[in-house]
């Protein structure tokens, strides 16, 4: 059974800082992508942040230089850090993994959503 549990998030001021954690279970490891989403109300789920199995990451245009993701392979945690947080960061951010192993979903899929299987239950990110 998979799972993704996330963490961090909460209230923050405009540019200040929050951390995200999503620790996932021992089937999800370093050959799997994982990534951030994230869903405003009525919007579709967007791809913030990935990392690639190479180890490379990628972001959406909007977090370039403020948001960085990475991983703890030795604990199995996922990370965003994110800095100079705006309110149009406000929103729901989510952990996904892919479930297909050693597959690298590249620059043009990697924000599509549907090429994760694994979800976990959502942080909430308010910025005031």
């Known amino acids: 059974h998979v799972q993704l549990v996330e963490s961090g998030g909460g209230s923050v001021q405009a540019g200040g800082s929050s951390r995200l954690s999503c620790a996932a279970s021992?089937?999800?490891?370093?050959?799997?992508?994982m990534g951030w989403f994230r869903q405003r109300p009525g919007k579709e789920r967007e791809g913030v942040a990935v990392?690639?199995?190479?180890?490379?990451?990628r972001y959406v245009d909007s977090v370039k230089g403020r948001f960085t993701i990475s991983k703890d392979n030795t604990k199995n945690i996922l990370y965003l850090q994110m800095n100079n947080l705006s309110l149009e960061d406000t929103t729901m951010y989510y952990c996904a993994a892919d479930s297909l192993r050693y597959r690298s979903l590249g620059a043009v899929n990697w924000d599509f959503a549907g090429n994760y299987e694994y979800w976990g239950q959502g942080t909430q990110v308010t910025v005031s």
């Open positions: 021992e089937v999800i490891d370093s050959s799997n992508c």
């Open positions: 990392i690639e199995i190479d180890g490379n990451s």
